[in-house]
């Protein structure tokens, strides 16, 4: 899968992006504002873990955001089950050299397209730690609405914070 947009494209992972995830997700600023389970420091052998997990993806639901033929960041969105079957949750990260050109924003547009288009979901939604307000506006620029605050859900870095809920609704 592949969307060329103005900025960069977002595309299905390879085995050649090994190396430029591990240079753009080795960083504790990106780090900082994803769940533990992205790791810190970002190795060769986490890099290889996750490509393991998604290149030939047969559902197609995560994606390596390219500027100029390199992965410099991903997004990707989870399908939920049961009687939330309709709903997914969605997130990205991206290398920090790439803030602050729109470069989330438009990715996130364009995944959240295909994914009302290809899956059956009326629901898309995002949780951004207290702290990170860019992430935040990204989600406000690509239309996600506030819902809410969950005060003291998350601990980071050794710190309880909230977390704020954005969500897409489209029937």
């Known amino acids: 899968m592949e969307l060329k947009l103005k900025s960069c494209s977002v595309r299905s992972w390879e085995w050649r992006d090994r190396d430029a995830i591990v240079r753009h997700a080795n960083n504790r600023n990106v780090w900082i504002n994803l769940r533990d389970r992205f790791p810190h420091p970002y190795t060769v052998n986490d ?10 993806q047969k559902a197609a639901t995560n994606f390596a955001i390219d500027v100029a033929g390199e992965a410099v960041g991903g997004i990707g969105f989870t399908v939920q089950y049961d009687v939330a079957r309709r709903s997914a949750e969605i997130g990205y990260w991206l290398g920090e050299e790439f803030w602050g050109r729109g470069i989330a924003t438009e990715a996130l547009i364009a995944v959240t397209d295909y994914a ?18 860019a992430s935040a506006r990204v989600l406000e620029k690509a239309g996600y609405e506030f819902e809410g605050r969950m005060k003291n859900s998350v601990t980071k870095d050794g710190q309880t914070i909230d977390q704020l809920m954005y969500a897409v609704i489209r029937e």
Do not use: K
Not at 47 to 56: F, I, N, P
């Open 47 to 56: 890099g290889r873990r996750w490509l393991e997990m998604v290149v030939g």
């Open 116 to 133: 009302f288009s290809n899956y059956d979901v009326c629901r898309l939604y995002a949780h951004v730690f207290d702290w990170n307000r």
